[in-house]
């Protein structure tokens, strides 16, 4: 038996390779950790979004018994499609990394082959980790879906035709502050965000924050004078205490919102001045949607996270591995999204 010939089995069918990197460990990303975004899978290339035209609101004025009354503009519905962006890492097992496996120890052979895969799927899984916390996140502060070069796939602004909040100036390295005016703008973005969310319910108000952003705000003299005294004061000094290990560097609450350091890397994270708040437990206001692969065995099956497949090179040089993402991560009302500085 050809030592290539244990690659047609079903251990390395598309199904148990998907399946392995399902199993695969990820490094947590915070707002994967967060369930942030609601996760749905679908059998088709793009989804279709239908949205209600905000109305204005109006006074109904008195009008004479058995006349006309007033008339209002019906409401208007947009839909709007989107494509799943497709992801794909190629990788490949060459014969020369597996020539001690032997052909009459098949099942030895299927064992290491399948460590050896795992292996593989192990670094393109965390590939695909990265890639889905750099583009939730970008969403969270611009409002966008961007590719790995910064280019836009997506500018849902644009495409659900709302504008974008004015950045919020905290004024934190003022050595003077007047008293009480970081507490007054936190409350300015507490009826802020009530008012953009129009009577939609939501848990609280969360902002993700650079690391200069947060050292000035834990530091402020308004939170410390808030904090003292009291056995909420431990909250404070344990914002500085986190190992980092759960995506943030710490978190306490001030003002009616919850303030994170967000732990970044890679490309990913928060400039260093800036902060991004965003309501929590919105319903259906932030979504992933998993479409299915490029591939004859999953055409009209409902989307998995991550595929694998493989395929023996020409003149048994070795086996093509391929492993892929299709995902579109999309925020149904980026008007909500506020950012804010340290200056």
């Known amino acids: 038996m050809s030592i290539l010939n244990i690659f047609s089995q079903d251990a390395f069918s598309v199904m148990r390779l998907t399946d392995a990197l399902r199993e695969i460990r990820y490094t947590p990303s915070r707002i994967g950790q967060m369930g942030l975004f609601q996760m749905t899978s679908i059998d088709t290339l793009d989804i279709a979004i239908e949205k209600d035209k905000q109305q204005n609101r109006m006074l109904v004025a008195a009008s004479p018994r058995g006349g006309p009354g007033q008339t209002f503009d019906k409401s ?9 962006p497709h992801f794909q890492v190629d990788d490949a097992i060459y014969a020369d990394e597996v020539q001690q496996v032997r052909a009459f120890g098949q099942e030895i052979a299927v064992e290491r082959l399948q460590a050896k895969i795992a292996d593989r799927a192990a670094e393109a899984s ?11 996140l970008n969403i969270l502060k611009t409002g966008q879906l961007l590719d790995a070069d910064g280019s836009v796939l997506f500018d849902y602004f ?26 007054k703008k936190c409350a300015g973005v507490v009826r802020q ?36 005294g009291y056995a909420e004061a431990a909250n404070l000094r344990a914002a ?9 560097y710490g978190t306490f609450d001030f003002g009616g919102i919850t303030w994170a350091n967000y732990r970044g890397g890679d490309n990913v994270g928060i400039a260093t001045d800036k902060c991004h708040l965003f309501p929590m437990g919105v319903p259906g206001l932030f979504r992933t949607v998993y479409g299915p692969a490029d ?31 299709n995902a579109l991560q999309y925020c149904t009302r980026p008007r909500v999204l506020i950012p804010g500085k340290r200056t």
């Open 76 to 84: 208007k519905r947009a839909v709007r499609m989107l494509k799943v």
């Open 126 to 136: 965390q590939f695909f980790a990265l890639t889905e916390e750099y583009h939730r």
């Open 158 to 183: 644009s495409e659900f035709g709302e504008s974008q909040q004015t950045e919020i100036d905290f004024d934190l390295d003022n050595a003077n502050p007047t008293e009480g005016a970081l507490r």
């Open 193 to 228: 965000m009530a008012g953009i969310l129009d009577g939609l319910p939501y848990s609280g108000i969360l902002a993700f924050c650079g690391d200069a952003f947060f050292d000035d705000l834990v530091t402020h003299k308004e939170v410390r004078e808030t904090y003292k």
């Open 240 to 248: 500085y205490i986190s190992t980092g290990s759960s995506g943030i």
């Open 295 to 325: 591939y004859i065995e999953t055409v009209n099956t409902p989307g998995q996270r991550l595929y694998g497949k493989q395929w023996e090179m020409q003149n048994g040089k070795g086996v093509n591995l391929e492993f892929q993402m």
